[in-house]
């Protein structure tokens, strides 16, 4: 392809021109907009690679004016942006730039974007599936039509159409998973496996283990082979959920294995190449972890390229209805239903501490017992009220200090389990505690 690199960093444009020609590649420089308008003025380029801050006409405006310019669909543009300038990035794919590339990055990272790139220009016979395009069905795969979730889908969008890392942050039940999903589907890795690790499922030392799989022999118990998930989700998409409850002492591997793309598994000496697209997920703020010194900045810039906030449900009630409509028309499979808009009413009054896995598993229970017909009265006999924090005297019923405390724990446990449906990885989450301290306490109480 005819490449067009600019930069007025001369080490950069330099050693990448060199590099691209090396792969092939008609190369040419420009050290800011200015003169890049100029050489695309002289001759068609397939593919401007630009940085974003430069002197004169920087790097947003010389893509604005590329794309308003006659040639402008034939024209690529990727954009090289810094790390922790998400804004950047995305107003320049909303400025129609093909994709960006975080600096500092490796030239090699760029290969497989050009080889995306070309393979698309390819005429459409012996290319790959494209993609399944955006609009409707993320409408029906993701519901809401709230400003904040119409925000988020203009993200996602982005988020497909790029291999950037993203972060999905938000409370238990907002749907990270759901969102992480769908933009595998949508992305062009499409056709290859979406893995999903559990960061705080397993203990400490199987991390590595589950991450970058075993040799044979590496530890005892280990008398087989293992494939890491980071292996498994080759050429697709690795889901880390709950990424902050990775130990500290493990994240200077994963960095690696994210930053390099390569890594090895325990117990042996081969460097295996993943190539794999991150999204992480959180419940917490990653910032003040950082800040606190038990999550790695680096790992932090690393993962959080493009960022999803999802907010919880209390503060976009009016994606309420859809999804009532929604979860009942997949609670209830092909069979009938019906809700009263007073129950509609009453869904709304809620404030959602579980968010939308909460909003389902109360519409599942009054569907049940509601035989398909759902009421207020039902509805909200249903919906779970969590112990009133401000009600601290009526809690106390005369036992000793010890026995008020185990009697609160084990309401406590009892509330979130009920919550969840049963689910005790999902009743741990709601209350912000390890499945594994869960399960202790629910066994402690007799109730597990
Ligand atoms: N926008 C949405 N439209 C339809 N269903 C949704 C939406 N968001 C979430 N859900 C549903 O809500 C439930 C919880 O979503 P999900 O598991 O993605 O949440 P989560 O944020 O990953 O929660 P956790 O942090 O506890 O893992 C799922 O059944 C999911 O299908
Ligand atoms: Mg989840």
């Known amino acids: 392809m005819r490449i067009l690199i600019v930069d007025d960093e001369k080490i950069k444009r330099v050693t990448l021109a060199d590099d691209l020609t090396a792969q092939g590649h008609e190369v040419d420089t420009a050290t800011d907009g200015e003169e890049a308008l100029e050489k695309l ?49 995305v107003e320049s794919m909303k400025a129609g730039a093909y994709d960006f590339i975080t600096k500092p990055f490796r030239n090699e990272d760029l ?109 005892t118990g280990a008398d087989q082979r293992r494939v890491g998930r980071f292996e498994l989700a080759q050429g697709g998409t690795l889901y880390l959920d709950d990424v902050d409850d990775i130990p500290l002492e493990h994240q ?47 790992l932090y810039y690393r993962l959080d390229v493009l960022r999803i906030c999802i907010p919880p449900l209390r503060d976009r009630k009016e994606d309420i209805p859809d999804l009532a409509e929604e979860l009942l028309t997949r609670i209830a499979k092909s069979r009938a239903f019906r809700i009263e808009p007073e129950a509609i009413a009453a869904l709304m009054e809620h404030d959602w501490p579980g968010n939308i896995r909460e909003l389902y598993h109360t519409l599942e229970r009054a569907y049940l017992l509601g035989s398909e017909d759902i009421t207020a009265d039902l509805v909200r006999a249903q919906i779970t009220r969590w112990p009133d924090r401000n009600n601290k005297a009526e809690r106390w019923t005369g036992g000793s200090f010890q026995e008020t405390i185990e009697q609160t724990e084990r309401e406590l446990l009892e509330t979130a389990l009920q919550e969840a449906g049963g689910n005790k990885s999902a009743a741990a989450a709601a209350l912000g505690m390890k499945p594994s301290t869960f399960r202790d306490k629910l066994a402690k109480h007799g109730l597990g």
């Not at 604005?64 to 669909?73: S, T, V």
């Not at 056709?191 to 044979?216: A, D, M, N, Q, W």
Request: net charge positive.
């Open 41 to 89: 003025r002289g001759r068609p380029f397939d593919v401007v690679v630009a940085d974003v801050k430069m002197p004169r006409i920087d790097g947003l405006e010389l893509l604005r004016r590329i794309k308003q310019g006659e040639q402008a669909p034939a024209t690529e543009v990727i954009m090289m942006t810094a790390y922790g300038s998400i804004q950047l990035a």
């Open 111 to 219: 290969l497989p974007l050009l080889a995306r790139l070309e393979e698309r220009r390819r005429p459409a016979a012996g290319r790959s599936m494209a993609p399944p395009s955006l609009g409707p069905e993320v409408e029906r795969e993701l519901i809401g039509r709230s400003p904040a979730m119409s925000r988020i889908k203009k993200i996602i969008e982005i988020c497909t159409r790029t291999d950037a890392n993203v972060l999905l942050w938000g409370e238990t039940g907002v749907g990270k998973d759901r969102i992480a999903q769908t933009i595998h589907r949508h992305s062009h890795r499409h056709e290859k496996p979406f893995v999903k690790v559990g960061c705080t499922l397993f203990p400490s030392h199987l991390i590595e283990s589950e991450l970058y799989g075993h040799e044979r022999g590496a530890f």
């Open 252 to 298: 200077a591997k994963l960095l690696r294995a994210i930053e390099e793309k390569v890594l090895e598994r325990v117990g042996g000496t081969e460097l295996v190449q993943a190539d794999v697209r991150i999204i992480a997920s959180t419940k917490k703020n990653l910032l003040e972890k950082v800040g606190e010194g038990t999550f790695r900045q680096d």
